[in-house]
Structures are given as C-alpha cells and as structure tokens.
C-alpha cells in the first residue's frame, strides 16, 4: 500500500522568511503533485513533476523531485501573506490511476 | 473553459437517508474520480472511472456507498442510509489522456455533506 508523509504538518513562520516541506513516499512512482487548497476551498494545481531531478518553479514557490530517495520538496522563498494555505503532495502508483495524498501542511505566514 | 462542477454545494441531511451528489467533469475528460476529505484531513480516494472500462470501486468504504458514470460525461455518486461518519466534503476531479498519458487531475469545488 502507497503511503505518503509530509512534514511538518503544521507551519508558521514570517514573512521573508525561507522555508522547505517534505514529501516522502513509500513506492517506485515517477509522478509527484503538488496541490494547494485554501479554506473552504477546492484543490488548485501547482505542480506536476513526472521524472527525476525534475525541477518546477512558480513565483515563491519551488518544487522538486528526486525519484530514487522517493522524496519530494516544496522550497518557499521569502513568504509572504498570501502563501499561507494547506499545501498536499500527491502520488499515483500507475499514470492515471488514483492519487494517494499526504496529510498536508498547513501553511501561516504572519506579517 | 469551464472546470469541474458538483453539485449540490453543500448538503445538510439526516441519519439514515440516501444521498446523491452530482459531478459535471472538464469536456473531453475521460477519467473521472471521487475523493472524500473529512474535516482538517487530507483527500481519500473513492472511486476512479477511465473512458468504458470497468470502474476502479477498491475505495469505496462500504456497500453504502455507489458511483455511476454515463459515458464519458456527468457522474453521480450514491450514498445510501447516511451516518454520521459519512459527514465530509466530497471532491470530484477528472483528467485527459493523450498518447496513453494521463494528465493532472483538476478539482472541482466540492459537496460539503453533513448527516445530522
């Protein structure tokens, strides 16, 4: 059975500040999601890695995928305000099948 | 264009009733999923329907609960005689395929389902 844990769960830090989550999983898979999900809100996509060393970067925020130590970050630089959300990484076993989740982080920048 | 829609938004119901809740996927989409996220938790996977293949139901969490999907269009997932335990928000997402590759999965807003 797939399991995926980030860490930590629960994030507050300043703004300017930089920051790392982690996504590890438990089996061979070489499609890694990154999701971000407001309060009340459904799930936005904000990064698909589909191999290793594959390196995503939007704004703040910077994704990466190492495939071998099954292992995924999600690097915040300089936080601000507006980052703060849950942060869920997702893993599917098989292209198109389901996606297994992580608990999430949950992200607080405070001013 | 337009994204994943559900509906009803949110639904208030009582212990022991059925439930439906409705999903419209992104046009062209020919995978469809459920997912249920109960309160401050991450998403679990329900079901998962892939162009007229047979249904993956292996998250379905008892025999309360059905999914059925016409074609390549609406899906509707059934909950029969509601409990408490069933109280969550109930995610939809489908997702394209080209050359044998799936692509993201795009959510739609929810159902919030509460068993009174």
């Known amino acids: 059975e797939l399991k995926v844990e980030q860490n930590p769960l629960f994030l507050s830090m300043q703004e300017g500040k930089n920051y790392t989550i982690y996504c590890n999983y438990s089996?061979?898979?070489?499609?890694l999601y990154w999701y971000r999900q407001d309060p009340g809100k459904s799930l936005e996509s904000l990064f698909v890695?589909?191999?290793?060393?594959a390196v995503k970067q939007e704004g703040r925020l910077m994704a990466s995928l190492d495939t071998k130590a099954r292992l995924s970050t999600l690097h915040i630089t300089a936080a601000v305000h507006d980052l703060s959300a849950t942060y869920f990484c997702?893993?599917?076993?098989?292209?198109?099948?389901?996606?297994?989740f992580g608990e999430g982080t949950q992200l607080t920048v405070n001013p | 264009g337009a994204g994943v829609s559900q509906s009803p938004s949110n639904k208030v119901t009582e212990k022991g009733k059925d439930v439906e809740l409705r999903c419209d996927p992104i046009?062209?989409?020919?995978?469809l999923y459920w997912y249920r996220q109960r309160l401050g938790q991450g998403l679990e996977f329900l079901i998962y329907?892939?162009?007229?293949?047979?249904?993956?139901k292996s998250g379905l969490p008892s025999d309360r609960f059905s999914a059925e999907r016409t074609g390549e269009s609406v899906s509707t997932l059934t909950i029969q005689r509601t409990q408490q335990e069933d109280s969550a928000v109930y995610l939809c997402?489908?997702?394209?395929?080209?050359?044998?590759?799936?692509?993201?999965?795009?959510f739609g807003p929810g159902t919030r389902l509460t068993v009174t």
């Open positions: 997402a489908s997702s394209s395929r080209s050359g044998g590759i799936y692509y993201e999965q795009y």
């Open positions: 089996t061979t898979s070489d499609r």
């Open positions: 890695l589909l191999s290793n060393g």
């Open positions: 997702a893993v599917d076993e098989t292209s198109g099948s389901r996606l297994t």
């Open positions: 046009s062209g989409h020919t995978a």
């Open positions: 329907f892939q162009g007229n293949s047979a249904p993956d």
